[in-house]
Every structure is written in structure tokens, then in C-alpha cells.
Nanobody, 130 residues
């Protein structure tokens, strides 16, 4: 069974940092495009960042460029999102998702949209207080 489990969320003050983790089981991250998405109350789920390790491709939404960093540890089969200089507008439920490389239409673009993903974690809450 393919599974994704997020952790690392919490309550942080403006300007603080958090590192989210997404542990994968039942499949190897190297064979997938994996991404981070977030959903704030009353809003749609939006793409934050994604990575295709085997292609050396990463993507960041404009709203987080220079602020967030995506990475993987293949030995631990885990995806990370380092979030710095956090703002109240970063408050959301953060999800990781995965889609097999063979199913991605354009791997040079990573996989930026919710509909492209097959597997999802349960989410981890990030709250930034001002």
C-alpha cells in the first residue's frame, strides 16, 4: 500500500521557520514526482512546490520563491519543505502528494496541479501568528 505521512507542522510566530516532512512507504520517491500543496480555510488547494529527483527538476510557486526549499532524502524515502520567514498568509493545511513519473505529462514542468496527483497524505497544519 502506498502511503504518505506528513509531520512537522505547528504554531509559529511571524518570521519563524518550520521544516515539514513527508515520509513515503510502499513506493520509492525516485520513481515519482512529489510535491507540497496547501489549503487555507475557504480556499482551494494550491501548489507550493514539487520535485522530480531523477530529472533534477524543481518548481516553486511565486508566492514562496526564495522563502521555501524542497528537498528529498532518498535513503529515508522522505520529502522535506523548509519554510523560512513565515507570514500569516502561509497559514494552511499542508499536504504532500505523489504521482508516478510515467504519468506526468511534461516532467520538465514538474507536476504543478492538484489533478495530476494520485496519492496524498493526511496533511499537517501550519499556523503563523502575528
Amino acid at each position: 500500500e502506498k502511503q504518505l505521512v506528513e509531520s512537522g507542522g505547528g504554531l509559529v510566530q511571524v518570521g519563524g521557520s518550520l521544516r515539514l516532512s513527508c515520509a513515503a512507504s510502499g513506493f520509492t520517491l525516485d520513481d515519482y514526482v512529489i510535491g507540497w500543496f496547501r489549503q487555507a480555510p475557504g480556499k482551494e488547494r494550491e501548489g507550493v512546490s514539487c520535485i522530480s529527483s531523477s530529472d533534477g527538476v524543481t518548481f516553486y510557486a511565486d508566492s514562496v520563491k526564495g522563502q521555501f526549499t524542497i528537498s528529498t532524502n532518498n535513503a529515508k524515502n522522505t520529502l522535506y519543505l523548509q519554510m523560512n520567514s513565515l507570514k500569516p498568509e502561509d497559514t494552511a493545511l499542508y499536504y504532500c502528494g505523489a504521482v508516478p513519473l510515467r504519468d506526468v505529462a511534461n516532467r520538465r514542468m514538474c507536476a504543478r496541479w492538484v489533478y495530476e496527483y494520485d496519492y496524498w497524505g493526511q496533511g499537517t497544519q501550519v499556523t503563523v501568528s502575528s
